[in-house]
């Protein structure tokens, strides 16, 4: 591996250990609890997918006529995640997003979906993330981690929404959802076959094929720059943070811990 990468995921260690041994996964004691987690962890199912598809849109020609942007390297590194994250299959092979896959999990466990629907429902109608964001009652720590995220993408520098979509999301993911997945089906029978299906085919997914793919995309965007690596640097310890305040929003609002 690259050594810069090396430097990168080295300061990010104790960012990661924070967040890795938060205490919202031991939080997670009754139905109901998941319930909540899932009503505004899904936020930040929904906000990835704009952190992928700005890269795709930054990396590959999504215009017409087309011409060949990037490295062609890069292109197919953004393509190959786009393709599993966008049209994975579902348990029975038929094509489905991730995200549509999670909602499909909130409804066999009971969860409502509302919340997420109208901010979709509002920026169909045309208006923009933070005023949809404006109209829900959901909790700040969700908005604010959205709004991150958006703010990253407005950076307009590819490198940094790299960073934040390699080090915020894919090389974190297995790992917490290992401590999600632990003795779900046991507690909850027949309840989260669905959650359990996606949070198992991130950690094969985002560890196996996705996060190698996405550190290679991040050394091929810094390259031999300085600055560039700085940058990264900074906001993934920014995404970190953020997703620490989300599970430190999503804690105080669990039944179990009222």
């Known amino acids: 591996m690259n050594k810069r990468i090396e430097a990168l995921?080295?300061?990010?260690?104790?960012?990661?250990?924070?967040?890795?041994?938060?205490?919202?996964?031991?939080?997670?004691?009754?139905?109901?609890?998941?319930?909540?987690?899932?009503?505004?962890?899904v936020f930040a199912v929904w906000d990835f997918m704009?952190?992928?598809?700005?890269?795709?849109?930054?990396?590959?020609?999504?215009?017409?006529?087309?011409?060949?942007?990037?490295?062609?390297?890069?292109?197919?590194?953004?393509?190959?995640?786009?393709?599993?994250?966008?049209?994975?299959?579902?348990?029975?092979?038929?094509?489905?997003?991730?995200?549509?896959?999670?909602?499909?999990?909130?409804?066999?466990?009971?969860?409502?979906?509302s919340q997420i629907e109208q901010l979709l429902q509002s920026i169909q109608e045309g208006k923009t993330v933070n005023s949809a964001l404006d109209l829900l009652p959901v909790d700040a720590s969700v908005k604010a981690f959205v709004r991150n995220t958006f703010r990253i993408i407005n950076l307009g520098s590819p490198h940094a929404v790299a960073a934040a979509f390699t080090f915020g999301r894919e090389d974190l993911i297995p790992d917490m959802f290992?401590?999600?997945?632990?003795?779900?089906?046991?507690?909850?029978?027949?309840?989260?076959?669905?959650?359990?299906?996606?949070?198992?085919?991130?950690?094969?997914?985002?560890?196996?094929v996705h996060t190698p793919l996405a550190l290679q995309m991040v050394d091929e965007l810094c390259g031999?720059?300085?600055?560039?690596?700085?940058?990264?640097?900074?906001?993934?310890?920014?995404?970190?943070?953020?997703?620490i305040e989300l599970w430190d929003g999503i804690r105080n609002l669990l039944p179990s811990e009222a």
């Open 50 to 113: 704009s952190l992928l598809k700005a890269l795709q849109r930054d990396l590959t020609c999504t215009t017409l006529p087309w011409v060949p942007t990037a490295s062609p390297s890069t292109r197919r590194l953004i393509n190959e995640i786009v393709l599993e994250e966008e049209t994975d299959v579902d348990q029975e092979g038929r094509p489905v997003s991730h995200f549509e896959l999670y909602l499909r999990a909130m409804a066999e466990a009971g969860a409502d979906t």
């Open 224 to 243: 031999d720059d300085d600055d560039k690596w700085q940058e990264a640097l900074e906001v993934s310890r920014q995404c970190i943070a953020q997703r």
């Open 9 to 41: 995921q080295q300061a990010l260690q104790g960012h990661r250990r924070q967040l890795l041994q938060h205490n919202v996964y031991q939080s997670l004691e009754t139905l109901e609890d998941l319930r909540v987690f899932m009503e505004h962890h």
């Open 178 to 208: 290992r401590h999600l997945i632990t003795d779900l089906n046991k507690r909850f029978p027949g309840k989260l076959e669905t959650f359990i299906y996606y949070l198992d085919r991130h950690v094969q997914l985002d560890e196996e």
